[in-house]
C-alpha cells in the first residue's frame, strides 16, 4: 500500500540529500518506549529520523533549541506534567519557526484502571493555546459514529447478578468514531475528545464528527471523576438521553498566522502548529482496545500524514495518503467520505425505490400488451 510514497521519499533523499526530523515529546509523564511504543518504530518505518525529549532531565528550552539541528519539527503527545517553564519553552519554539503538533487536552484519563476523567494537572499549555486564539470546549463528545468495545460483565441484561462473568459488546459513545473526510481518508477513533476552535484569520479545521454527536458537561461536584465513562452504564441511557443539540463538532485544528505571545507579549508572524483534541488517539493500550483481531493503524497513519502537511511536503503527503485507502478502493469499500456517502445512497434509493419499481410495471405492461395483441390475431384466425 505505501510502496509509491516509500520509492517517492527515497528518491527525494537521493537526490537532494534531505533527511526527514520529528522531535518527540510526551509531556503528560507517559512514557515513549511503554506508553506510546508504537509511535517511535512507525514514524521510523515511514522515513522520519525521530529525535526524543525526556522532560524529567529538565532544561526543555535547551533540549528544543539543540532539537533545531534536527529540524523544525516537533510533537506533543500530552501536556499535564509540563511546567510553566516548560510552556515558556514551546511558547519560544512556536515564536521562532518551530511547527508543532499538539495531542492535547484539558482533561486526563484513569487509562490503565477506573476510565475516571479529572482535569489536567497543569494547565499552562491549554492557556498558552487559548492565547493563541484556540480554544477548548470544558465538554467531552460522544457520538453514535463510535468504537464497538467488548466487556466482560457479571450482570443479565435486566441489571440483575449473573452466575459467572459473559462478554457483552457495547457502543462506546465517548470513543468517537471520526468518519472518512479530507484530511483522514480512513476516518480514525479519538478517545473522550473535546470541541476546539481556533479565532486566527488563518486557521481552519481539520477534523470533524459526525453530525450526530453531542456534548456531556462535566460533574463540577466530583472532581475526582467529571464525567460518567462507564460503558455499562452509558449503554443502558441509551444514546443522548439528555436529547442534547446534535450537530457536526470540529476536534482538529490548523493554525498558520499572526498570533498574540501569551507569556511575552506581542505579536508572532507564521507561528504554525496544529490541535487534535486527544493525547491518546496513538497510545498503544488504546490501540489495542479498538485494534480487533488484525490490528488498526488508521491513528498512526493519520499522525504521519499531518507530520508530512506540517513539514511542507503536501506532494508526499498526498502519495502516503493514497496509499494507505488503495487497498479499500481497489475491493469492496468505494465510499471514502461523506459526500461519496451521500451521492452513493441516493444512487442506491433512486435505483432500489424508484428505477426498479419503474421497470417491473413496464415490463407488465409490455407482456400485457404483447398478450392482448395475440389474443385478438388468434381470434382474428379463427373468425376467418
Known amino acids: 500500500d505505501t510502496l509509491e510514497y516509500d520509492i517517492a521519499g527515497r528518491l527525494e533523499h537521493l537526490i537532494t540529500g534531505k533527511k526527514r526530523y520529528v522531535t518527540v515529546l510526551c509531556g503528560n509523564g507517559l512514557s515513549l518506549k511503554s506508553d506510546y511504543s508504537y509511535v517511535i518504530p512507525w514514524l521510523s518505518a515511514q522515513g522520519f529520523i525521530c529525535n526524543e525529549i525526556d522532560i524529567s532531565a529538565g532544561r526543555l528550552s535547551y533540549q528544543l533549541e539543540q532539537s533545531r539541528n534536527y529540524g523544525n519539527l516537533l510533537l506533543v503527545l500530552g501536556s499535564g506534567a509540563l511546567s510553566d517553564d516548560d510552556c515558556m519553552a514551546i511558547e519560544t519554539y512556536l515564536e521562532s519557526g518551530g511547527r508543532v503538533l499538539f495531542a492535547v487536552s484539558p482533561y486526563e484519563a484513569d487509562i490503565e484502571n477506573s476510565w475516571h476523567i479529572t482535569k489536567s494537572r497543569n494547565q499552562r499549555l491549554i492557556t498558552l493555546l487559548s492565547a493563541f486564539g484556540t480554544e477548548f470546549s470544558p465538554d467531552i463528545i460522544c457520538d453514535l459514529s463510535c468504537a464497538r468495545i467488548t466487556m466482560e460483565s457479571y450482570e443479565n441484561a435486566d441489571g ?152 511542507r511536503e503536501e506532494e508526499l503527503a498526498v502519495l502516503q495518503d493514497s496509499g494507505a485507502t488503495s487497498a479499500k478502493n481497489q475491493f469492496l469499500y468505494k465510499v471514502t467520505d461523506a459526500e461519496s456517502f451521500r451521492s452513493a445512497r441516493n444512487q442506491t434509493i433512486f435505483c432500489t425505490f424508484i428505477l426498479n419499481p419503474l421497470l417491473i410495471i413496464a415490463a407488465g405492461i409490455a407482456s400485457y400488451i404483447l398478450r392482448k395483441n395475440k389474443i385478438r390475431q388468434y381470434a382474428g384466425c379463427y373468425e376467418k
Do not use: C
Not at 186 to 197: A, C, H, M
Not at 247 to 254: L, S
Not at 265 to 275: H, R
Open 160 to 311: 440483575s447478578a449473573a452466575s459467572s462473568a459473559h462478554s457483552a459488546q457495547l457502543n462506546y459513545f465517548q470513543w468517537v468514531q471520526l468518519l472518512p473526510q479530507e484530511n483522514a481518508r480512513q476516518g480514525i477513533t479519538l478517545f473522550w475528545p473535546v470541541e476546539v476552535r481556533s479565532f486566527q484569520e488563518n486557521a481552519g479545521n481539520i477534523l470533524y464528527t459526525s453530525s450526530l454527536s453531542y456534548e456531556m458537561h462535566p460533574d463540577t461536584n466530583s472532581p475526582d471523576s467529571l464525567f460518567e465513562t462507564n460503558p455499562f452504564i452509558l449503554s443502558n441511557a441509551g444514546y443522548n438521553p439528555q436529547k442534547a443539540v446534535q450537530k457536526m463538532r470540529p476536534v482538529g485544528v490548523h493554525v498558520s498566522d499572526s498570533v498574540y505571545g501569551f507569556y511575552n507579549a506581542g505579536i508572532f508572524d507564521n507561528v504554525e502548529y496544529e490541535v487534535i483534541t486527544d493525547q491518546y488517539f496513538v497510545h498503544s493500550l488504546m490501540l489495542g482496545y479498538i485494534g480487533g483481531a488484525y490490528g488498526d493503524y488508521r491513528n498512526l497513519d493519520f499522525l504521519v500524514n499531518r507530520l508530512l502537511r506540517l513539514n
